[in-house]
């Protein structure tokens, strides 16, 4: 990195901070430290919502989920915009017209305080995990690829964000993701261009999207039935469906964002327009990814995109394996790039025929590249079983570091650093808001001041800060980032949201059955997803079908007694 870029870093990320500080000093109620002044509009809400579910994660991971799977991943998102109308509809009008700080007071008061206490450290305990790999995420791969101590950048990332969610909580976490998503967003369309700027002159985008077609990237849709298949379009409107009601209707983290809103009208906008932008935000992420995949078929690519990896298979016993794999890897790239030309003149000749065949040998030499890639990582996991073998996180950022031109380096850095601040204060902000509210104070016996749990809030916020800092420097990676902290929430969605559609449909079920309905599915889920019964993304369904039929059951089973008790 050049000078240019530090400063464009260190200058993007230190106006964020000082921003949301100088703009949200002297909040000291609960009313506008929690509640945001309840006077958000439609746009701040939207924009703050697709920045808490944007972090880091989501741009260096998902371009290089595209990168080695295609555009497949897009379909994770199909269910939310059906769940963004669901909420909208039931959930927004539910929260504003009981005029609650959190979503657990409601099942406090629909069911009893043991329920709205399990629920609420069913949040805790799954989202302050996510905290800390929100964290943790960009932390590794900077410390990877740019040599600097991954703890160090863990405690950085984690201070600039208690920094201004402490001082300023909700409102300061909203006004700052509205700086963050433009910052984000400008970043990642300036990579785009430049990456159509780098491919070769006769490579117009018409032709890109063909050439990944060839290769398989643009394969969107799989209307299989498998339910082990993580992305399927009935997984995607299904168990996709159930993550967003979870994720959007019961975590703290999203909810806290629309319940700042002026009215209902402003927070359901706030959400509709989330529903409308967030397909095709991340259908254009997927698509940098795949463009990226393109470039490097024009372009050298290393065998693992890893850099820490490299230099530990190339320093030890196995290095001469591995520049054997390298080697014939760089006698492929050859015959990549002259299949690709091959391919790209029969298309400008529209010879099918001559397509046909030259899209057939790219296949195979994909195949042949896969089989280099996967003797890699096996030589690297023989010379460190304990080293991460996956390199999907850090396909995009290697692209970043060897290709853009100086000060874009630093801003598309400073876009990564950006997302992660923005996912981890909204959590943070959330977690500190749980804890003192649903566990603290409605536990405390004594009469406290608005003034004690504005500082309550602070002190649980930092000690939260603090915790999501310990958990991201004891992390590790886990086949994809992206991938982790959607299998942390679906283990622990479905239960939640289960407990929540009770609360408002099934209106003759009590407390007693939720409560205990819920700890025996969430035993039971973690059950079937250590022994892998199904993709991660169905176990929301799962999990929310199974407590509310044994919620159901326990009820009917509890009145039977009563009345068997009543006749005898």
């Known amino acids: 990195m050049e000078t240019i870029d530090w400063i464009v870093l260190a200058g993007t990320l230190l106006f964020i901070v000082v921003y949301g500080v100088w703009k949200t000093k002297g909040r000291n109620n609960v009313e506008d430290y929690v509640g945001g002044g309840r006077d958000s509009k439609w746009w701040t809400i939207g924009l703050s919502v697709m920045a808490t579910q944007a972090s880091a994660i989501t741009f260096l991971s998902t371009p290089g989920q595209a990168f080695h799977d295609g555009m497949g991943f897009v379909q994770f998102y199909f269910g939310l915009p059906l769940a963004m109308i669901i909420i909208c509809l039931v959930f927004v009008p539910i929260y504003h017209r009981l005029k609650v700080y959190t979503a657990y007071e409601f099942l406090e008061d629909r069911?009893?305080?043991?329920?709205?206490?399990?629920?609420?450290?069913?949040?805790?305990?799954?989202?302050?995990?996510?905290?800390?790999?929100?964290?943790?995420?960009?932390?590794?791969?900077?410390?990877?690829?740019?040599?600097?101590?991954?703890?160090?950048?863990?405690?950085?990332?984690?201070?600039?964000?208690?920094?201004?969610?402490?001082?300023?909580?909700?409102?300061?976490?909203?006004?700052?993701?509205?700086?963050?998503?433009?910052?984000?967003?400008?970043?990642?369309?300036?990579?785009?261009?430049?990456?159509?700027?780098?491919?070769?002159?006769?490579?117009?985008?018409?032709?890109?999207?063909?050439?990944?077609?060839?290769?398989?990237?643009?394969?969107?849709?799989?209307?299989?039935?498998?339910?082990?298949?993580?992305?399927?379009?009935?997984?995607?409107?299904?168990?996709?469906?159930?993550?967003?009601?979870?994720?959007?209707?019961?975590?703290?983290?999203?909810?806290?964002?629309?319940?700042?809103?002026?009215?209902?009208?402003?927070?359901?906008?706030?959400?509709?327009?989330?529903?409308?932008?967030?397909?095709?935000?991340?259908?254009?992420?997927?698509?940098?990814?795949?463009?990226?995949?393109?470039?490097?078929?024009?372009?050298?690519?290393?065998?693992?995109?890893?850099?820490?990896?490299?230099?530990?298979v190339m320093e030890s016993e196995y290095a001469e394996d591995y520049k054997l794999l390298q080697d014939e890897q760089i006698e492929l790239e050859v015959e990549k790039k002259m299949a690709q030309n091959k391919f790209s003149a029969a298309l400008e000749l529209k010879e099918y025929i001559a397509i046909d065949e030259a899209k057939q040998q790219i296949i195979t030499i994909n195949k042949r590249d896969s089989t280099n890639r996967v003797a890699a990582k096996a030589l690297i996991s023989q010379a460190d079983k304990n080293t991460e073998t996956n390199d999907k996180d850090y396909v995009f950022i290697h692209f970043i570091l060897n290709n853009l031109p100086k000060g874009l380096i630093g801003l598309l850095l400073a876009v990564i650093l950006s997302a992660a601040m923005s996912s981890t204060a909204s959590e943070l902000n959330a977690l500190g808001t749980i804890t003192a509210l649903d566990l603290y104070k409605r536990n405390k016996k004594e009469e406290a001041s608005e003034k004690h749990y504005v500082q309550a809030s602070k002190f649980f916020t930092l000690v939260w800060g603090i915790i999501a800092i310990l958990i991201a420097n004891v992390a590790n990676l886990f086949d994809n980032l992206i991938q982790l902290v959607n299998i942390i929430g679906s283990i622990f969605y479905g239960n939640v949201l289960g407990i929540f559609l009770l609360a408002f449909f099934i209106k003759y079920v009590k407390g007693n059955s939720v409560f205990m309905a819920a700890i025996i599915t969430q035993i039971i889920v973690f059950i079937g997803f250590y022994f892998d019964w199904m993709s991660y993304l169905w176990l929301n369904a799962f999990g929310c079908a199974l407590v509310m039929l044994i919620a159901i059951l326990l009820e009917g089973f509890d009145r039977m007694l009563k009345t068997s008790n009543i006749d005898s």
């Not at 991954?150 to 909580?169: H, K």
């Not at 809103?261 to 932008?277: A, D, T, Y």
Request: hydrophobic share 50%; glycine share 8%; net charge positive.
């Open 111 to 312: 069911f009893d305080l043991k329920t709205r206490s399990l629920a609420a450290i069913l949040f805790l305990i799954q989202r302050g995990l996510a905290a800390g790999i929100t964290i943790f995420a960009p932390s590794i791969i900077l410390s990877a690829v740019l040599g600097w101590d991954l703890r160090t950048l863990n405690v950085i990332i984690g201070v600039l964000v208690i920094a201004y969610t402490v001082s300023g909580g909700t409102k300061a976490v909203s006004v700052t993701q509205k700086q963050q998503m433009f910052i984000i967003m400008t970043g990642m369309f300036i990579a785009f261009f430049f990456i159509l700027g780098y491919l070769p002159a006769d490579v117009t985008f018409s032709k890109a999207l063909k050439i990944a077609g060839a290769s398989e990237k643009l394969n969107i849709l799989d209307f299989s039935f498998d339910t082990k298949s993580r992305y399927t379009f009935w997984s995607g409107i299904t168990g996709g469906l159930f993550l967003a009601l979870a994720y959007f209707g019961t975590d703290q983290s999203q909810v806290q964002r629309y319940l700042s809103g002026k009215s209902v009208r402003e927070s359901q906008l706030g959400l509709i327009f989330n529903g409308m932008l967030k397909i095709p935000m991340q259908f254009f992420i997927l698509l940098v990814g795949v463009m990226v995949f393109v470039f490097y078929q024009y372009n050298p690519a290393p065998l693992n995109f890893n850099p820490s990896a490299t230099k530990i």
